[in-house]
Every structure is written in structure tokens, then in C-alpha cells.
């Protein structure tokens, strides 16, 4: 199998951590959509705060909270601070955690220590993570198991990340074909399978196609977060090309449009929702378009880069927040918050900012 080296990947991967925490990345002149729906206050919500739960189960674990600290990084020292980190809160917070691309540790087993955080998280969902793109280049259902073995996992996330890969000098774009060799990854697998993009969204067209061919759930990470074409502008040198990324600033689905749309067409799937979710009532909100769960990246990046005590205290600020949004709406359970009606529609999606 060819392979990029192992250098070049985990450069690749310190250029995106720095790049994250000094740079604005965010999207510009595109949002998440949640800002388009807004809850209709209920003063007589006729149950105690107390009694409002948020626990849920994914892959047969109960989690104190519907969220995910999402998939972002790994391959380098600093990189294995911080994913250490965020497993000791995603314990702590009995949240799901996702790690970085394990491209660089199928191509160089020595930075395992870099990905491996399931000493620190032993008791709640861990993701490891795959660019599908991978699967046009000769990685197949060994490579995929021997990741998740090593990192213990419960899934696979297999990133979609098309335009980030043709900004990328060094980006694969052979695409063509990947959806048959999900397909037939998901069966050859003995673990869930989830796709997801990396900031630009998944329409629902493309989550049935996905579906239907078996992948077990789809987060759709849509815009209005991290845009990843700002993040690789960061990287180029020549004027044109930085020109070109910044022409993608803007672009993509977003978050709560994906969300909505999708549940419209798979109402039994199980469903992510992450891309640009800032607090508690985005949670919320997200669950009540559809979401079973509700990923942050960024923010929790930035607050593990600062110190382990800044990830917990977002950790519980987000769920306390998602508490008072239910109690505020008669919501005393994720059930009910899903089914709530007191979820309006304000404006066009991504109107508002």
C-alpha cells in the first residue's frame, strides 16, 4: 500500500492545531440555522428543575448528557495532552468523545499514545475516526478494525471532507466510488459505522444514500463553526490559492437545516448534531429538530489548550444550560424536548447570526 508518510501527516495535523487556536477559522456569511428558531417561553412549566433529566444512551452506554466532544485531533504530543484532557472530562461529564483522524496511526504506530485516552475514559462512548476518502486508497476493513481495536473503541466515524482535500496541495480527491466501499465496509464490520463531514453539512439525500447502505448513524456537521477551508487558507503560501480557499468561506449547509431535513426523511435514524453549536440552547434546539445528540469541536479544543478544569466548566455549563432550556418549556426529559411544540420557526435559515 502507498502511503504519505508519517512526517508529513502529523506536520500536517500540528499546522491544524495551531492554525484552530490563533486564527479566526469560523465561517463567514454562513451560520448554523439554530438562530432562525427560537423556544416559546413557557412560565408555568408545571415540573420541578430537579426532575428534568438529560441522560441518554449511545452504543449501549449511558451518558449524563446528549453530547459528544467531537472528533478533532491527534498525531502529535501536544495533541495527546489535549485529547487526554478532554477524555478525563468526557469521563468526569459521562460524555461521548471522539479523537482525531488515525490516519497517522495506522501509518506510524509509535504515536498510539498520541490517540490511545481510553485509560483516562474507560466508561463512556469512544469514536475512533477515518477519512472515507481513505477507503480510494487502499485502506479496507483490516486497516479500519486494527484503528478501532487500538484505540479500543465503540464506532467508526468515517469523515467526508471533499473540499478541504482539493484545497489541500497534498489533498486526496479521488472520491469517485466511495459509497459502495462504505457500503461494504459496514458490512464487513462488526461495529457501528458513523459518517460525518467536517463542517460543510450532509443534505439528506446524501444521509439516505448513506443509510441505505448500512453506515449506523450520520453526523451532519454543518456550517456555521469551523470552516475548513479557512483553516487550510492558513496553510498556503501562494496568494491564488489562498484566494481560492477564502472563495469558500461561506459555503455549505447549515447546521439545523441538515438536521431538520434529514429526520424528515430517516425518522429512525440515529442522528449527530454538530457544526457551529455555541451553548446549551443550541443543544436544545438541535434536539428538538430532530438531533439525538449534539457534538462541540472547537470550543472544546480552545478550552483544553487553556487547562483541563476551562473543557470541564464548558462541559457543565453547556448541559446546565440545556437543563434550564427543557425546565423553561415543560421539557422534563429528551423525549418530551423532542417532541415539543413550543419550537418555533422566526426566519429564513442562516438569516440570522
Request: hydrophobic fraction near 45%.
Amino acid at each position: 500500500m502507498l502511503q504519505t508518510g508519517p512526517t508529513e501527516t502529523t506536520g500536517r495535523k500540528a499546522d491544524h492545531l495551531r492554525i484552530n487556536r490563533e486564527e479566526d477559522v469560523r465561517g463567514k456569511g454562513v451560520k448554523n440555522g439554530f438562530d432562525a428558531w427560537r423556544f416559546e417561553h413557557c412560565a408555568l412549566p408545571e415540573i420541578d428543575l430537579d426532575r428534568v433529566e438529560t441522560t441518554c444512551v449511545l452504543f449501549e452506554k449511558q451518558l449524563d448528557g446528549p453530547l459528544l466532544i467531537s472528533c478533532m485531533t491527534g498525531g502529535t504530543e501536544e495533541a495527546g495532552e489535549i485529547n487526554r484532557r478532554l477524555a478525563r472530562v468526557a469521563q468526569r461529564a459521562r460524555l461521548a468523545i471522539g479523537i482525531g483522524s488515525g490516519r497517522a496511526l495506522l501509518e506510524n504506530p509509535e504515536v498510539l499514545k498520541t490517540f490511545d485516552v481510553r485509560a483516562e475514559a474507560p466508561d463512556v462512548p469512544l469514536l475512533a475516526n477515518l477519512g472515507a476518502v481513505q477507503l480510494n486508497k487502499g485502506y479496507g476493513a483490516d486497516e479500519c478494525r486494527n484503528l478501532v481495536r487500538m484505540l479500543d473503541g465503540h464506532a467508526l466515524v468515517l469523515h467526508l471532507n471533499p473540499i478541504q482535500e482539493a484545497l489541500q496541495v497534498e489533498g486526496d480527491t479521488c472520491f469517485g466510488g466511495l459509497l459502495e466501499k462504505i457500503g461494504a465496509l459496514c458490512e464487513a464490520l462488526e461495529i457501528p459505522v458513523i459518517v460525518k463531514e467536517v463542517g460543510w453539512g450532509i443534505a439528506s439525500d446524501v444521509a439516505r444514500k448513506l443509510l441505505d447502505v448500512g453506515v449506523s448513524a450520520i453526523d451532519v456537521a454543518g456550517a456555521g463553526g469551523t470552516s475548513w477551508s479557512e483553516v487550510e487558507k492558513h496553510r498556503l503560501t501562494d496568494p491564488w490559492r489562498r484566494r481560492v480557499a477564502e472563495a469558500f468561506a461561506g459555503w455549505g449547509i447549515p447546521t439545523a437545516y441538515c438536521i431538520e431535513r434529514t429526520r424528515m426523511i430517516a425518522p429512525e435514524a440515529l442522528l449527530i448534531a454538530s457544526g457551529g453549536i455555541r451553548d446549551g440552547i443550541d443543544v436544545a434546539k438541535a434536539i428538538a429538530l430532530g438531533a439525538d445528540l449534539a457534538g462541540i469541536a472547537g470550543a472544546f479544543l480552545r478550552a483544553a489548550s487553556t487547562s483541563e478544569q476551562t473543557a470541564e466548566d464548558l462541559a457543565r455549563e453547556v448541559l446546565a444550560t440545556l437543563r434550564v432550556a427543557m425546565f423553561a418549556i415543560g421539557a422534563q426529559n429528551l423525549r418530551q424536548l423532542r417532541a415539543t411544540t413550543r419550537l418555533q420557526f422566526i426566519g429564513a435559515v442562516g438569516e440570522h447570526s
